[in-house]
């Protein structure tokens, strides 16, 4: 298996819901990245988790809530969100921290009305 | 400060047409150089990479890359494109295999 597989793959919530981002991976890769990508920009880095800890977190505000349970599993809660959170939110996994390279998801499509 | 620079941000080309996209990066001691491909409403593919070795990286779908460290440049390359390849390009870098940096992205559209 060599695929990151994000659910759901649209989501469109208004600013008073709570919703969760689902990711999952079965390569045995030990850290695993949340990007948000606005349209016709690159993916921006959020959060990234090495062995099931978070290693980074860039700046992002608390109404975005990582969680890894178990090294194949990353969720991203989603609380009281902005319209200009509207966004593809991207998945990704590498064999460690910073690795040589990604494998990414093919993303969630978040409409925030 | 390290950066990734993709000059051009979009390509026109029509089928068939060689076409070359450009990427340069900051000087580094220690580089890793990736080019990824996003097709619309979706998640970004891994075209190639270079890690070391070789300077020229071959890579899915007919796409090659080299890598020229005087010129601290990553150029994509592809000698005859289909309409299929219209996308998205990133080139990203690993700085010192610390920092990971995307590009803007450059957008190839193949006209018939």
């Known amino acids: 298996d060599t695929e990151v597989t994000q659910t759901p793959k649209h989501l469109v919530m208004g600013m008073t819901n709570k919703k969760s981002l689902k990711c999952e991976q079965h390569?045995?890769?030990?850290?695993m990245y949340w990007y948000k990508q606005k349209a016709k920009k690159p993916p921006e880095l959020m959060f990234v988790y090495s062995y099931e800890k978070l290693s980074i977190n860039e700046s992002v505000p608390s109404r975005f809530s990582p969680e890894c349970p178990n090294s194949s599993l990353l969720n991203l809660h989603l609380h009281a969100l902005q319209p200009e959170d509207s966004a593809l939110y991207l998945c990704?996994?590498?064999?460690?921290?910073?690795?040589?390279?990604?494998?990414f998801g093919s993303g969630t499509r978040l409409t925030v009305v | 400060a390290q950066s990734v620079t993709q000059l051009d941000s979009q390509v026109p080309v029509f089928e068939e047409a060689p076409v070359e996209l450009r990427c340069n990066y900051s000087s580094s001691v220690s580089v890793y150089l990736f080019w990824y491909v996003q097709y619309p409403n979706q998640g970004l593919q891994l075209l190639l990479k270079y890690l070391s070795g070789s300077t020229l990286v071959k890579g899915i779908n007919g796409f090659e890359a080299e890598f020229n460290k005087s010129q601290t440049s990553f150029h994509l390359r592809k000698p005859s494109v289909h309409i299929s390849d219209t996308a998205e390009y990133f080139c990203?870098?690993?700085?010192?295999?610390?920092?990971?940096?995307f590009g803007s992205g450059t957008k190839l559209n193949v006209k018939p």
């Open positions: 990704a996994s590498s064999q460690v921290l910073q690795g040589n390279g990604y494998t």
């Open positions: 390569m045995g890769h030990r850290a």
């Open positions: 990203a870098v690993l700085y010192n295999f610390n920092k990971f940096y």
